[in-house]
Each structure stands twice: as structure tokens, then as C-alpha cells.
């Protein structure tokens, strides 16, 4: 009687584990697909093969990205030796991952595993090396990307770079915050960059315990920045049910010297962040609920939400258009093609221009969109000067001309 019990118990939970499993995939969009939108200009940058997260422009249009390249699969990769529970697998290139599934099993069912950010859930093309920043003058009429050599007794074996946010001082000395996941952790590094060689310079790392699943950063002063967590759960198990539930347990934090304190709420995936050009806004990406938030800031640095636009695609990171104010939003349009990568079939990318953001109606158009066959999984759009440049989380770069 008892083992009958439990069958049932098990019976009745798989199935509802499945019903919530294929309302999560409505709920993404799942099989959506999209109309192409291409600016006639445009090629893809020859350094960048293998992801651009997240892309930061100066004044002068030198643009920072960050690259992620380390080992990852579908929903947990951990650097040797691996975790008790985690299964061992061999690269082609002798790098080993640890897969919370054994990949003979996934890969019958189309799970591909590839290389890329240490960052459960997606694939990437990258060898298994440290990730890099790159840095693009846009300025140049046909402009190469060059990876950023690191001083000052940084261990760039452990840097696997995510967001990024410039800081530019009263000195107009630049400086770099990255996002980073050593061991799977979040900290966020601080960097001086150095023009005529053009190098970064370590300065200093930040630890903070509510610095956790960290995705994105937007720095407003020395030391000063909001953060977003994208995960409640760093168990990519308890993350993936996170997901199914629709929980809406991660926020944005404020961070400073002499205060760190979660500053908004209620987010199923707080994802990228961004500010207005006045500083009075900040803008959240909540890319599971397929929204944009519009925040106030205020003095004490507390945010309080002013609006929500809903868009119909899973966003990503942000940023603002420096000569008109509007929001450029890279998305992910079909986000179970990223999930379960199949090269026949990819991810389709999308970028998005949010117009008039704090009026009654604002106006949303598409800039960029792609089937997959050019450009996968875009994660971030940048403009300077009628000239913009698209990034994505494991696939190419693109730049156009618009």
C-alpha cells in the first residue's frame, strides 16, 4: 500500500511538474519566431567569434565588451575538480566540464554542449581559456576589435566577465566595473583603463554577501553602483524550478562603501540595467517577464518604480542612445533554441528601440532582427553616431551602419 502511495505521490508531481514546465514555455515564447529587420550595412567583426555579453561605449567611441569564455553546458559547469554529484566529461580540445546530467543521455535529446561563460544555461563556441575584454574604436571606418592586456596582479586564469558598466571620474580618468563569476561566485572588479596603451590596470575587488547571481551593473561614483540578481536559488536545479514557479524572488541592490541594500524587488530574473543621461532613472530589464522597469532614483539611492513596459520578447541587457535618450534592448526572441542549442535550428536574435520611455504610450520598434542564420542569442545593442554594434552571449558580433 505504501509503495502505491508513493507512485501516485510521484505520478501526481511529474505531472505537475510537467504542466508548469509547458506554461513556462508559453510564457517564453518558445516558439516564436521572428520577421527579419537588417540594415543593409552591416558585417560581423572577425576577433569577436565567440560572444559579447555586454558592450559600454565612451564619449570618444572607444567601446569596452566583455567576452566570456570558459567551459559550460546546459545548466551547471564547475571548474576541476568537480562537485560531488556532477559528472566529468572530456572536451575535444583535453578541457574537462562537470554537467549536472551525463551527456550521453542529454545529447540523445538534442542537448549540444559547448564552450563558453561559466554561467548555468546557455552554450558557447569559445576554447576553454579565460575571458577577455575587447575594446573597438568606433570612430575608425572599418574598426577591429583588440583584446585589453590586464595589470596590477590580477588572476586572469579565474575572469569570466559578464556585465560591465564605464565610470568616468571628475579627472576624466575611465574606469571599468566588470561583472565576474570566478568559481562560479560573483565580485565585481574594478579596472583603470589606460588609453595610449590601451590596457587595463586592477585595482580592487568587491565581495559582498548580497553580491550574488550578479548579471548586470550600472556605475553612478567612485565605488557607487546597482547590481541585479538574476537567480534567488546558485543551484542551477533549484534556479531552473525557480524559473518554472515564476517566483520573483531576485532584485536590484544598491552598493557603496558605507551601505549596500536591496533597492527593488520582485523580479522573476532581474536581468540588465541601465540610466537615463540625466541620472534621474534607472531602467531594469526583467528578461523572464518580457519587461522593462522605469525606476526614479532618488537621493538616498532607493528606487521606486514609475512604470512597467511590456514587450513580448525576453530582454536582456540595456542601453541608452546618448543623442536621443531612448532605450536599445538586445533580446532573445525564441529562448528555448538558446536553452537546447541545435545548429540546425538556432536561437534567433532581436534588438529593440524603446522611444518617449517615460510617456503615457511609448513607441517600440524593432532595429535588428535575425533568424539565427547571421546572428544567435543577442544579448546587447550600443549605438555611437549612427553606427551600431550588437553583441550576443556565446555567437558573433555584428556592427552596422544605420
Not at 165 to 181: E, G, P, R
Not at 191 to 217: A, G, P
Not at 335 to 342: A, D, F, I, V
Amino acid at each position: 500500500m505504501g509503495k502505491l502511495v508513493a507512485l501516485v505521490l510521484l505520478g501526481v508531481g511529474l505531472s505537475l511538474v510537467g504542466e508548469m514546465f509547458l506554461a513556462f514555455r508559453e510564457r517564453v515564447n518558445a516558439s516564436r519566431e521572428v520577421e527579419p529587420v537588417e540594415p543593409e550595412n552591416c558585417h560581423l567583426i572577425e576577433e569577436l567569434e565567440s560572444g559579447s555579453e555586454d558592450i559600454d561605449i565612451l564619449p570618444s567611441g572607444l567601446a569596452f565588451i566583455s567576452s566570456l569564455q570558459v567551459c559550460w553546458s546546459l545548466l551547471e559547469v564547475h571548474s576541476r575538480p568537480c562537485l560531488p554529484g556532477y559528472h566529468q566529461w572530456r572536451l575535444q580540445n583535453g578541457k574537462y566540464c562537470c554537467l549536472i546530467f551525463l551527456l550521453e543521455a542529454s545529447s540523445q535529446r538534442g542537448i549540444r554542449l559547448y564552450e563558453g561563460l561559466k554561467y548555468p544555461g546557455m552554450p558557447n563556441f569559445a576554447p576553454d581559456e579565460p575571458g577577455k575584454i575587447f575594446l573597438m574604436d568606433l570612430n575608425e571606418q572599418n574598426p577591429r576589435a583588440q583584446a585589453l592586456e590586464i595589470s596590477g596582479g590580477f588572476d586572469k586564469e579565474l575572469f569570466n566577465p559578464h556585465g560591465i558598466s564605464i565610470f568616468i571620474d571628475k579627472d576624466n580618468t575611465v574606469y571599468l566595473y566588470v561583472v565576474n563569476h570566478p568559481h562560479m561566485k560573483s565580485t565585481v572588479e574594478i579596472f583603470k583603463f589606460e588609453e595610449q596603451q590601451r590596457s587595463l590596470v586592477y585595482l580592487k575587488t568587491i565581495k559582498h554577501e548580497l553580491l550574488k547571481s550578479v548579471n548586470d551593473i550600472v556605475v553612478l561614483g567612485p565605488e557607487q553602483f546597482y547590481a541585479t540578481r538574476d537567480h534567488y536559488f546558485t543551484n542551477s536545479l533549484l534556479s531552473f524550478f525557480e524559473m518554472i514557479l515564476d517566483l520573483r524572488w531576485t532584485y536590484v541592490l544598491f552598493y557603496s562603501p558605507r551601505e549596500v541594500k536591496v533597492v527593488a524587488k520582485g523580479f522573476c530574473s532581474a536581468n540588465g540595467i541601465t540610466v537615463s543621461a540625466d541620472q534621474k532613472y534607472v531602467y531594469v530589464a526583467d528578461v523572464a517577464a518580457k519587461n522593462i522597469h522605469i525606476m526614479e532614483k532618488h537621493d538616498n539611492w532607493d528606487l521606486t518604480q514609475l512604470k512597467v513596459i511590456q514587450l513580448g520578447t525576453l530582454v536582456d541587457n540595456l542601453t541608452v542612445d546618448p543623442a536621443t535618450g531612448d532605450i536599445l534592448a538586445g533580446c532573445h526572441p525564441n529562448p528555448m533554441k538558446l536553452l537546447n542549442y541545435n545548429p540546425e535550428d538556432p536561437p534567433g536574435s532581436e534588438v529593440l528601440r524603446i522611444q518617449n520611455v517615460l510617456s503615457e504610450k511609448p513607441r517600440v520598434s524593432t532595429v535588428y532582427a535575425n533568424n539565427g542564420s547571421v546572428l544567435q542569442g543577442t544579448s546587447v545593442a550600443s549605438v555611437y553616431h549612427g553606427k551600431i554594434l550588437i553583441g550576443t552571449v556565446f555567437h558573433k558580433t555584428l556592427y552596422c551602419e544605420l
